[in-house]
């Protein structure tokens, strides 16, 4: 099984405009992520997928590979669904490039899905966290997921789900992680399938593989790493780097 790495760069981001290009002691936060990514020893091959030639010379720079996007993307899958198109591979996972402290447990768990997937029933796996506090679990930012008996995906929402309609059963909410792991086909099909109508709703993209019939298999993990959405945020993660040096 050969298994791929791909890391969307995109430079603009609204809420902290070059994000991927900031100092984290001492190396671009992309820079960061693309290394760990190699060093989990995962993977075949680990590309950087940008639209950006600031992020592609900052890659090539260091001896990392970058794919150049060609069109104008709206989402990380569809930008790495362009690129995956020639790329010769089983799976494909996306990793988020703005949590530069990959965790190669999260990574394994969602390999492993496909290595015990003999009849090869499930086109993605992605993670799940358990989510505590209200304000958690009513903040639209925090993605929830609901799962069936086997863990596979029922449905994605910002908003609360299930309603606690019963406030006497303790229903564990939880919050879906935007790291994926597909089969190349299920990416490729993706990419060919317009957006859609409940995907527009919520502007969640793993939507769209529920609504167009793929299983989407669900691993539980028990730690998220740093995600880099703000100046505040990067300054956690150095202080996390820091912390974590000494």
């Known amino acids: 099984m050969k298994v791929v790495a791909m890391i969307p760069a995109r430079y603009e981001a609204s809420r902290f405009p070059g994000k991927l290009m900031a100092n984290l002691n001492g190396q671009s936060v992309i820079l960061t ?6 060093n989990t020893g995962l993977f075949n091959d680990v590309f950087v997928v940008t639209d950006s030639t ?3 010379d900052e890659i090539a720079a260091h001896g990392g590979k970058v794919i ?3 069109e104008t993307h709206e989402s990380g899958s569809d930008r790495i669904a362009e690129a995956a198109e ?3 591979a089983d799976i494909i996972v996306n990793v988020q490039g703005d949590e530069p402290f990959t965790q190669t447990d999260t990574l394994k768990k969602l390999l492993d899905v496909f290595e015990r997937d003999n009849l090869k029933e499930i086109d993605l796996a992605s993670p799940m966290v358990r989510l505590h506090g209200k304000d958690n679990i009513d903040n ?10 086997n863990n596979f995906a029922v449905y994605f929402s910002r908003s609360p789900i299930p309603y606690p309609r019963n406030q006497e059963i303790d229903i564990p909410y939880y919050k879906h992680i935007g790291i994926y792991a597909f089969r190349k086909a299920a990416l490729l099909a993706f990419k060919s399938t317009p957006m859609t109508p409940l995907e527009n709703a919520e502007k969640i993209e793993c939507i769209r593989y529920l609504e167009t019939g793929k299983k989407i298999k669900m691993v539980e993990i028990d730690h998220v790493g740093i995600s880099i959405d703000s100046p505040e945020d990067l300054e956690k993660a150095k202080d996390y780097m820091n912390t974590r040096n000494n």
Do not use: F, G
Not at 141 to 148: E, F, L, R
């Open 33 to 38: 992520t693309y290394t760990a990514t190699l």
């Open 54 to 56: 600031i992020i592609r």
């Open 68 to 70: 150049m996007s060609i």
């Open 86 to 88: 020639n790329i010769d």
């Open 140 to 149: 639209p930012n925090h993605v929830k997921v609901i799962a069936d008996q």
